[in-house]
């Protein structure tokens, strides 16, 4: 239940930090977030767990914001039913705002402040994009590691006509994909594997690659969003057709990329602590 209450707490922060905000979005999946809650009781499950704290708040978030734009009426069977976890602690949820100078100054400091630093953006700024910027975390990403140094990575970058069409097909960024500059998707060549007992290698080393390539982007002042490739069998062939990408290569990922806007707004998206996924064995 854990991993269902985090995917419609995200849903709900995306829709929180749209720059074309739509009020009272996203009720079917604030409805079930609900009965997702009241079944995570009623089984007895901690109340203090981190993700059940942070779906609380930001639906709480969502209501807040509701009652200031005049909507109270409209969202008052929403109050009603939260109103049974009003002894949940407040935390911080919803929207985080950064600023271009911030984060620029952050991203060239430590890993750590590069890893705290870097979200994945989805509204990018207007403007002139410097592509050098992506060729030198293409470049960084060279030294990812990966199973017997195989490198079977690829990256297909649009810069111009197939942007929307990528995006279109991948379908998670929707109205946000403004000043979108370039898109990479990123596959990974069967042939490079041997035999069955690797069949999970290209989405191991696929998933490194990517997440290099991101904090490289991230290093380099790149504001990126990874994007899912979570295909059913018409947008894999789509996809496909469209990039020319041979059937031995797994796509991996979609990228998003563009300039930072001065102030841009990410969710939050709490993080579980270390402690709740490290088991010690001996």
């Known amino acids: 239940m854990r991993g269902e209450i985090a995917f419609y707490s995200h849903a709900i922060e995306k829709g929180l930090i749209h720059r074309e905000f739509r009020p009272l979005f996203g009720k079917s999946k604030l409805m079930y977030m609900l009965d997702l809650l009241e079944e995570y009781t009623e ?3 901690s109340r203090s767990d981190s993700r059940f704290v942070g779906a609380v708040n930001v639906i709480r978030d ?24 009003e002894a949940i602690p407040s935390t911080t949820v919803g929207a985080l705002t950064l600023k271009r100078s911030d984060v620029l100054k952050h991203v060239k400091g430590s890993f750590s402040d590069l890893s705290n630093w870097r979200h994945s953006v989805r509204d990018f700024a207007a403007g002139d994009f410097d592509e050098s910027r992506v060729e030198e975390a293409l470049r960084i990403s060279e030294r990812t590691p990966s199973v017997c140094n195989r490198q079977a990575w690829k990256v297909y970058i649009s810069k111009r006509a197939l942007k929307q069409p990528i ?12 000043d979108v500059a370039e898109v990479a998707v990123i596959t990974m060549d069967n042939q490079y594997f041997g035999n069955v007992t690797e069949r999970n290698q290209a989405f191991v080393d696929g998933g490194l690659f990517s997440m ?14 990874p994007l899912n490739a979570d295909f059913n069998n018409r947008n894999d062939l789509r996809m496909r057709k469209l990039l020319n990408i041979p059937y031995q290569e797994s796509i991996i990922m979609v990228i998003a990329m563009g300039n930072y806007s001065e102030e841009s707004k990410v969710p939050v998206s709490l993080r579980d602590s270390y402690q709740h996924f490290t088991k010690v064995v001996d």
Do not use: P
């Open 43 to 45: 089984k007895g499950y």
């Open 62 to 85: 969502y209501c807040e914001i509701h009652v200031k734009l005049g909507f109270n009426d409209q969202i008052s069977w929403i109050v009603g039913r939260l109103s049974q976890f």
């Open 167 to 178: 995006l279109d097909i991948q379908g998670g960024i929707g109205g946000m994909a403004h």
């Open 212 to 225: 290099t390539f991101l904090y490289a982007l991230a290093e380099q002042g790149v504001a990126a969003c």
